[in-house]
């Protein structure tokens, strides 16, 4: 599957392409616009590397094999593992450019003014205002991610635990505060969360809009995504459920 391919696969079935491929995001690190829709140009390329074989691209990945599911429930398919970022980072492999909405990552010990306070945070936007239907942030490695519906779409937020008191616990603490506490300067009502109570090392979250409305899933691994260890899930809208 080429990244062109891949990045139409997700528009069309994000539950199967999630469920199955991995994919590991580096945020834009850009500024962006506060209480704003904010575009960028992103690269969708194939991770570096070979399965035992010397298979290129292949990074540990593998998903059923289509037709043979039933009556050989072990037959597998190796497939490709994919990475999107502002530059590509592994060169060589191959690549395609498209636009997508961010939500950059947010430091808890930045995101106002002292003193902090959580129940007036800036929000950056997923709205049906434009052709982008595909949001990333970065990888999520203790950070907690923020929702909140509007008429408009999403409003949304990505915080990193930085600063957050409770040390080792810190994460898991900043997520119950923003859940119980945690409010948008703009778009008033309690978030929606998806932190460390929801994924054991790493996640990535991505967001697809299709008909007029976004959902939200996420991918867990403890590699960085070069294999899935755990169901990949729907984060939004809620419940939280398994692919």
Known sequence: MTPEQ???????????FLKYYPLSTAGATDHHVPN??????????????????????HVGASRPVHGLTKLFPKVSS???????????FEHGTANHHFQALSVPMDYYDTISTPPLNINAMQAYLLDNAGVDDIMITGQLSGCCFCIRPYAGGLACAHVHPRGYPGGAAAAAALQADLTANGHFAHY????????????????????????????????????????????????????????
């Open 188 to 243: 008033p009502g309690a978030l929606t969360t998806f932190g460390r109570q929801n994924y054991p090392e790493h996640a990535t979250v991505i967001g697809v809009r299709s008909a007029g409305m976004w959902q939200l899933f996420a991918q867990f691994s403890n590699n960085s995504h070069q294999t899935l260890n755990h169901p990949s899930a729907q984060i939004y809208p809620l419940p939280l459920a398994p692919l």
């Open 36 to 57: 704003a829709r904010n575009p960028f140009d992103f690269i969708w390329y194939k991770r570096a590397g070979a399965d035992a074989r010397g298979k290129q691209s």
């Open 78 to 88: 190796d497939i490709s593992s994919f990475r999107i970022g502002r530059v590509q």
């Open 6 to 16: 891949a990045l139409e696969s997700l528009r069309d079935n994000p539950r199967y």
